[in-house]
């Protein structure tokens, strides 16, 4: 069974980085697949944040491209968001999920909160 | 950037109603537009792909149809579960941009 995980700082001061990584149990990251993030502000909508693929290949949202890089570890199975110069319209719940066919299908986190705030 | 308009954003209606969502895309994206559903406090759940193919493991109550630049998501009857807000996603752009539609809160009446 596929499982992802979130972990990372749940506050983060304005100007600075906020940094998240999504371990993956059940599957091998380097086995394939694309890999992405997600974002849903309190109350709000969701946001496609980017996209990795095992390689290493990256897709960000135009929107958030200046200031994002995603990553991927895959001795450690896990793939990695630092978005830079967050500031309060960053506070989200941060997703990681599978893709497959377009976008994310069977296999999410459980999303975890990120709050800017000094 | 391809723009998603997803109508209505909020619906009422009670359990045994058809109801449908509609996304509209700003410029052809083929079949390329797939549905989820999200309930509170929940992560997205994918319900349809490539337009009108059923995920699987989803009630077959739940139907996707359209392509080019308007799609449709259906529930036949409703039922006390489906309450939840519902979105389109589109990946159609090369290389891969998603855009999801603003979502749809569906409530019961």
């Known amino acids: 069974q596929v499982q992802l995980q979130e972990s990372g700082p749940g506050l983060v001061k304005p100007s600075e980085t906020l940094s998240l990584t999504c371990t993956v149990s059940?599957?091998?990251?380097?086995?394939?697949?694309?890999w992405g993030w997600i974002r849903q502000p309190p109350g709000k909508g969701l946001e496609w944040i980017g996209t990795i693929y095992h390689t290493g290949s990256t897709y960000y949202n135009p929107s958030l491209k200046s200031r994002v890089t995603i990553s991927v570890d895959t001795s450690k199975n896990q793939f990695s968001l630092k978005l830079t110069s967050v500031t309060a319209a960053d506070t989200a719940v941060y997703y990681c999920a599978r893709e497959l066919g377009g976008g994310p299908d069977d296999y999410w986190g459980q999303g975890t909160l990120v709050t800017v705030s000094s | 950037d391809i723009q998603m308009t997803q109508s209505p954003s909020s619906l009422s209606a009670s359990v045994g109603d058809r109801v449908t969502i509609t996304c509209r895309a700003s410029q052809d994206i083929r079949n390329d537009l797939g549905w989820y559903q999200q309930k509170p406090g929940k992560a997205p759940k994918r319900l349809i792909y490539a337009a009108s193919s059923l995920q699987s493991g989803v009630p077959s109550r739940f139907s996707g149809s359209g392509s080019g630049t308007e799609f449709t998501l259906t529930i036949s009857s409703l039922q006390p579960e489906d309450f939840a807000t519902y979105y389109c996603l589109q990946h159609n752009s090369y290389p891969p941009a998603y855009t999801f539609g603003q979502g749809t809160k569906l409530e019961i009446k």
């Open positions: 059940g599957y091998s990251i380097s086995s394939g697949y694309y």
